[in-house]
């Protein structure tokens, strides 16, 4: 398996990625709206994975609730998998909660799928499907 | 620049390895002890990356306030550098507040320093100098 991104949840997107292209010497890419989840983000290559920043349109979103509670920071981790669909139904299998129980449109044109914080030990799982 | 692992802090070494190695399918390298961090450490390999699980040896450890604070979860991101002195000077000269102004012996033998969250938005960052 291979991490796909991490994702981090900012206020102001434009700031954030001024700030970490600095640092790591790259460009991301040009902003996307992701309606499903009310967010706006860009996504910064870093060697074979990504960081992906995540600013909400709607502040009752979960990333607008995330921020309330806990302000700017590191918000999940992102898994390649050949099917989300399979790898969600695997986790359930072995007792895991989810979020989706089936994978929905992502950012990038990707299916994704998320599992509850609990089934990993406090850490927000995200499965997403290789693109074409 | 790479990312050369991502941190997780848990509880228990031992259930969240055990949990983490069925999903990713790897297995983790042995514990390892970091005294200076007051830590127990493994790592899980997850493609070019890893994943670090840090587990306290004290409660009043970095580690071990974080647990308490804000629960198990997404720590800090560490990405590899050719020098972490050389990186840390960076950051601090465009503004940027450390934790550390030079680099310490970390886990594996390696070189590393610290970076305070509020220089990258509420993300921990940590440089990691390349093993030999």
Do not use: N, Y
Not at 21 to 33: F, I, N, Q, Y
Not at 40 to 55: D, Q
Request: a negative charge.
């Amino acid at each position: 398996m291979e991490v796909d991104h991490l994702g981090i949840a900012v206020h102001d997107l434009a700031s954030a990625l001024a700030r970490w292209e600095r640092t790591l010497g790259s460009a991301a890419s040009p902003p996307e709206e992701v309606p499903s989840q009310r967010v706006r983000v860009a996504f910064l290559e870093v060697g074979e994975t990504h960081l992906e920043f995540l600013e909400p349109t709607d502040p009752a979103s979960p990333i607008g609730r995330f921020l309330e509670s806990r302000g700017e920071g590191l918000h999940h981790v992102a898994f390649l998998v050949p099917s989300v669909d399979r790898k969600l139904a695997e986790v359930s299998a072995e007792g895991g909660r989810l979020i989706d129980s089936l994978s929905r449109p992502g950012a990038r044109g990707r299916r994704v799928g998320f599992v509850h914080p609990s089934a990993f030990g406090g850490v927000l799982v995200e499965f997403v499907e290789r693109g074409q």
